[in-house]
């Protein structure tokens, strides 16, 4: 089992920036793919970011590349997701995830965990 806590939503202007942190706990947390996903009422929940048990494959979804950078701290099994040039758009909740199988999968939306999830809003 591995339990995921988000923290870090909020309201933020348009074009400002915002720091989720989701906290991965659990014996094998540590060999987990993590990621984000996000959805708004009415819409699919749409893949964010997500990176490997180690860090160093990221994968990315297109409305957030190059605004939006993911990070892991394996030493405390913690995914952070930065997030600059807010728009309007990005306001969704913010989904935690954790999959077995690799970034690569989890970015199919394949997770095996999912966080509480945690509301981030952009006021245009």
């Known amino acids: 089992q591995v339990q995921l806590e988000e923290s870090g939503g909020g309201l933020v202007q348009a074009g400002g920036s915002l720091n989720l942190s989701c906290a991965a706990s659990g014996r094998t947390a540590s060999n987990h793919a993590l990621g984000w996903f996000r959805q708004t009422p009415g819409k699919e929940r749409e893949f964010v970011a997500s990176?490997?048990?180690?860090?160093?494959?990221?994968y990315y979804g297109e409305s957030v590349k190059g605004r939006f950078t993911i990070s892991r701290d394996n030493a405390e099994t913690l995914v952070t997701l930065q997030m600059n040039s807010l728009k309007s758009e990005d306001t969704a909740t913010y989904f935690c995830a954790a999959g077995q199988h690799g970034a690569y999968i989890l970015a199919e939306g394949r997770a095996d965990y999912w966080g509480q999830g945690t509301q981030v809003t952009v006021a245009s």
């Open positions: 990176t490997s048990w180690d860090g160093n494959a990221k």
